[in-house]
Structures are given as C-alpha cells and as structure tokens.
Nanobody, 127 residues
Framework: QVQLIESGGGLVQAGDSLRLSCAASGRTFSSYAMGWFRQAPGKEREFVAAVSSRGGTTTYADPVKGRFTISRDNAKNTGYLQMNSLKPEDTAVYYC????????????????????WGQGTQVTVSS
C-alpha cells in the first residue's frame, strides 16, 4: 500500500493555470501506475489522466487533452497534474490514485483499477 497526499488546489479564474501535486509514501513508488480523477458536485468521479510507472505512457480524457499534462518524478515520490487554460467546468475535487502496475508501460484509466487514493484537493474555476 501507498499513502497519497494531494496539494496545489485553489480558486482561480478561467484561463489560469494550476499544478497539482501528489506526494506518495514508501520506497516503491516507481512500481505504481498513477492516475488523476475528479468529482464535481452531484456527479460521479471521472477519469482525468494517467501515467505509467516509469512515466513513459500517458493518457488523457478528451475534455482535458491539450490543456492538462500528467507527469511524475519517481526520485521525489511525487506525481503532478499541470492544468492550463482552466475552464469553469474543470471545477471539482481532484484525486490522485495509484496501483501496482502489471508492467511498466501500462497506464490505467478505469477508476476500479486503482486501490490507493488520496483525500482530494478542491479546484474551483470562476468565470
């Protein structure tokens, strides 16, 4: 198991940028694939982006393609989500998640694939 702590959320205006961080405990972070999900009020938690354990594979949900970038620094046990050109519809609680990867090149997009979750960080984008 790995413990995950998100940070970097806040209140911004449309068009602004934010970078979320996800700090992981333990010494085996490089064995874990990572993902970011978000949940808006009254909606289900949805996939945002995922990265493989070594960082070589990334995948994004259509609404964030070209605006968000997922990355990781295994030496720092930290994952990131760079969010640019934010829109009001990006407002949500953002969660990072991790799972031991079946192989190093795999990125997981399904919520059910993950068994380690952070507590979430609020992102609010005003128009």
């Amino acid at each position: 198991q790995v413990q995950l702590i998100e940070s970097g959320g806040g209140l911004v205006q449309a068009g602004d940028s934010l970078r979320l961080s996800c700090a992981a405990s333990g010494r085996t972070f490089s064995s874990y694939a990572m993902g970011w999900f978000r949940q808006a009020p009254g909606k289900e938690r949805e996939f945002v982006a995922a990265v493989s354990s070594r960082g070589g594979t990334t995948t994004y949900a259509d609404p964030v393609k070209g605006r968000f970038t997922i990355s990781r620094d295994n030496a720092k046990n930290t994952g990131y989500l760079q969010m640019n050109s934010l829109k009001p519809e990006d407002t949500a609680v953002y969660y990072c998640a991790a799972v031991v990867a079946a192989y190093s090149g795999r990125a997981y997009t399904r919520r059910e694939s993950y068994n380690n979750w952070g507590q979430g960080t609020q992102v609010t984008v005003s128009s």
